[in-house]
């Protein structure tokens, strides 16, 4: 389906698609989930590229306003083509990832709508869902203010129950208590949920969620005492700044009683306070939710940077054989498949983690239904800590893909800048990535205490019980194919992980308090986190390949892939496996060994497997990474787009070049 908006002419990549050894068809289906899953991707990715409103290979050149202009026209016509074509919720969710560009939409559907139905009640989430389902409200999440993001704790805005009139007062007391950063709150939404210290009875009882109205829906004017506005300009062009991320001020503004979000705690009539008996972490529930989706953004992120270096690499030549032969494909360098290959394994094992993660959310989501609260923590954890892992390596791998792609990678029309300027933030919102591998690391610092008191771990921490084994294993890989047994890759990844997370805990044992620990140990907290996150992503690869999976050659193409996401964190982290003794420096070099090996075997499927990403020309946005590989006309074509080249002499021409030419000129004949 790729080719279809490319028409049929040259394919530049036919020689490199005829050497691939599977069948691509089986690997979208892998990809993806589903046959259903690849069919539904196929039908919503050729709707957004057949239509012109979609188009966005100008989108870099607009101004901060035509950009905005550009994304709330393209929000409109995609809720037009909802409703014209009565598209399910699935294909709704499609189309709006293949329009590829950030916008107030994002916000009412990840976050506004589920804060909303994870914390409001039944009354409450039939009046305002039904609403946010019609789109007659647009709403979006308001938590983080100028002065506070991480400590959710720390927010400043206060909700007062006033029992006179049965209402809240909704105040910024400070500069730094402003809402600053959440999404369409600039200029597009007209409600929010809003997170605010409850007051009431002249107690302050932390932060709860409250529904308010921010802008008339007659002439979308802020409501009064509200002062809201655009934050300004950010990293790159095009990118985030469709966004129209904002701010906000309450002067005691005044709203119904019911509009507390009233599921996890409620305020009386009287204005008692009731907390029911949930955790009251499940405030905490919408950023779960969302950090699980992000994951699925990391390796959609992730594999488009790849899709583009590749299928470059196979078209891009520099020098050529001593003897004057042909010039080679860039993609033959041994280096640059060292550079490039782990990236491709990163995208698909970050495919399958993303997947079993939903299911995960799932699975507690139901739990949490019949008050089985039990496996919050871990979905906690392992929300935060694949959420953090996979978006900080996809940042990492986009940069790297744009050096990969040499100068041309640095132009906008290679798509690679915008790539990074998108995706580079999913490092920093639902929670700074640092601050979340630390929720990881007290997670196993808990995980590790229970287990030295007898208590048998379950789920992704199961391996902990292993402990008298793991704390003393050696490993057993003796030559190059050892490594290819997923049994000895597990081990000794499981091995790290229990090191470095005992090793944290007994240093942190050793200091005068356990909070003093745990400051003075958070760096190396950050990497026995990074650990265990790896060797999560590492197992749930492996269970994949253990599924049946159909497609000639499909599964021995994933089982390499499998080997270089493993083998490569190895090579990377091999001070970690060394230092806690988990392998030799020997089985470190057969594992490098290995992976040269596995490299080998990969190139010539290198093409066929970015195809079965599935990604339309109009998806991918690069000149680099076209289907048909005509890369130089691409480019080319592109560059007379820029409005530089609107016309041939520059404006300011006449004002600034041609009095210095002159007047250099003159000097020159004195
Ligand atoms: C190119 C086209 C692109 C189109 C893309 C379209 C796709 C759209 C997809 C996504 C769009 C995304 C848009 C993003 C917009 C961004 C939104 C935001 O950023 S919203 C704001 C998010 N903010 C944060 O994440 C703040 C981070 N901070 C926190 O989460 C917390 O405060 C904390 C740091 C985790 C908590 O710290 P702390 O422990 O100090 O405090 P407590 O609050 O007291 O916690 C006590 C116990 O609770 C446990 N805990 C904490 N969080 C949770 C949780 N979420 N669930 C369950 N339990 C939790 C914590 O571990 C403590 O437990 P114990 O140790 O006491 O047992
Ligand atoms: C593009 C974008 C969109 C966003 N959209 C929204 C939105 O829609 N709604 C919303 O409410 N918010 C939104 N946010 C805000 C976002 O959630 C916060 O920026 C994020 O949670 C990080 O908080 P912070 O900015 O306060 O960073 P800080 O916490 O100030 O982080 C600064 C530095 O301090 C470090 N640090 C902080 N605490 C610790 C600690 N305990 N230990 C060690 N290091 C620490 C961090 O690692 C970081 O390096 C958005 C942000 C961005 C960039």
Redesign the pocket.
Same mark, same amino acid.
């Given at each position: 389906m790729a080719a279809a908006d490319w028409g049929g002419k040259a394919d530049h990549l036919a020689g490199e698609r005829a050497t691939a050894q599977f069948d691509v068809d089986g690997m979208k289906v892998a990809w993806a989930g589903s046959r259903h899953a690849v069919e539904v991707a196929d039908r919503m990715a050729c709707l957004v590229a057949s239509d012109p409103v979609f188009r966005k290979d100008t989108r870099t050149m607009l101004s901060r306003k035509e950009l905005f202009k550009d994304t709330l026209k393209k929000a409109a016509h995609a809720w037009k083509r909802t409703v014209e074509l009565h598209l399910t919720e699935e294909e709704a969710n499609l189309l709006?990832?293949y329009i590829? $560009?950030?916008g107030y939409v994002?916000?009412h559907w990840?976050?506004f709508v589920p804060a909303i139905k994870g914390q409001g009640t039944e009354e409450q989430q039939k009046k305002w869902l039904t609403m946010a389902y019609k789109f007659q409200i647009i709403g979006t999440?308001a $938590? =983080?203010e100028l002065g506070h993001?991480?400590?959710?704790?720390g927010l400043e805005t206060t909700a007062t129950f006033d029992p006179s009139t049965d209402e809240f007062i909704m105040h910024s007391p400070t500069l730094t208590s402003s809402k600053w950063?959440?999404?369409g709150l600039g200029k597009t939404s007209t409600h929010a949920v809003v997170y605010a210290r409850l007051i009431t009875e002249g107690k302050d009882y932390g932060i709860h969620g409250f529904i308010m109205q921010l802008r008339s829906l007659d002439d979308h004017s802020p409501l009064p005492g509200i002062t809201i506005g655009d934050i300004g300009g950010k990293f790159g062009s095009g990118a985030y700044n469709s966004m129209d991320n904002g701010v906000m001020r309450l002067d005691h503004v005044r709203i119904p009683r019911d509009q507390m979000l009233m599921r996890l705690a409620q305020v009386t009539r009287e204005g008692k306070y009731v907390h029911s008996d949930v955790?009251?972490?499940?405030l905490?529930?919408t950023? #779960?939710y969302?950090?699980q989706?992000?994951v699925a953004?990391a390796s959609r992120?992730l594999s488009r940077a790849v899709c583009i270096a590749v299928r470059y690499g196979a078209i891009r030549k520099q020098f050529g054989s001593k003897a004057g032969g042909p010039e080679t494909q860039v993609l033959n360098y041994k280096t640059q498949q060292s550079r490039l290959f782990p990236f491709l394994a990163s995208a698909y094992a970050f495919r399958f983690v993303g997947q079993w993660l939903k299911w995960l959310y799932t699975d507690v989501t139901q739990k949490l239904e019949s008050k089985d609260f039990s496996t919050?923590?871990e979905?906690?954890a392992c =929300?935060?800590g694949l959420k953090s892992v996979t978006t900080s390596a996809t940042a990492d791998a986009i940069e790297e893909c744009q050096k990969l792609c040499g100068g041309h990678g640095y132009l906008n029309s290679s798509g690679l800048p915008?790539?990074f300027a998108?995706?580079l933030p999913?490092c920093?919102?639902?929670?700074?990535n640092v #601050?979340?591998l630390? $929720?990881v690391a007290?997670?196993l610092m808990?995980t590790v205490s229970q287990v030295a008191s007898g208590k048998q771990p379950v789920g992704t921490t199961a391996y902990m019980g292993n402990i008298q084994h793991l704390m003393q294993c050696k490993s057993v890989v003796n030559t190059v194919e050892d490594w290819l047994n997923p049994a000895a890759i597990k081990e000794v990844f499981e091995a790290r992980a229990l090191r470095m997370a005992v090793n944290c805990a007994q240093n942190i044992s050793k200091a005068p308090s356990q909070e003093e620990g745990f400051s003075e140990l958070s760096p190396d907290l950050v990497e026995a986190a990074v650990a265990h996150v790896q060797l999560i992503i590492v197992t749930k690869f492996i269970e994949k390949l253990q599924e049946d999976i159909l497609g000639h050659g499909v599964k021995e193409q994933l089982q390499k892939l499998c080997g270089i996401y493993a083998l490569h964190l190895i090579h990377k982290h091999l001070g970690d496996f060394l230092s806690t003794g988990c392998v030799t420096a020997r089985q470190g070099s057969l594992a490098n060994e290995r992976l040269g090996k596995l490299y080998a075997q990969v190139r010539p499927n290198a093409v066929a497997l970015v195809d079965a990403f599935d990604y339309t020309d109009h998806y991918l946005g690069s000149a680099l990474g076209r289907y048909d590989g005509d890369v130089y006309s691409a480019l080319y074509k592109e560059a007379w787009k820029d409005p530089l080249n609107e016309t041939v002499v520059p404006d300011g021409y006449q004002e600034h070049l041609r009095p210095l030419l002159k007047q250099q000129l003159k000097l020159s004949r004195l």
């Open positions: 709006r990832l590829d $560009q950030p994002d916000l990840v976050m999440y $938590q =983080t993001g991480s400590n959710v704790q950063w959440p999404g955790p009251k972490q499940l905490y529930g950023m #779960v969302v950090r989706t992000i953004d992120a919050l923590p979905a906690h =929300t935060a915008e790539l998108v995706n999913a920093t919102y639902e929670g700074d #601050v979340l630390l $929720q007290r997670f808990k």
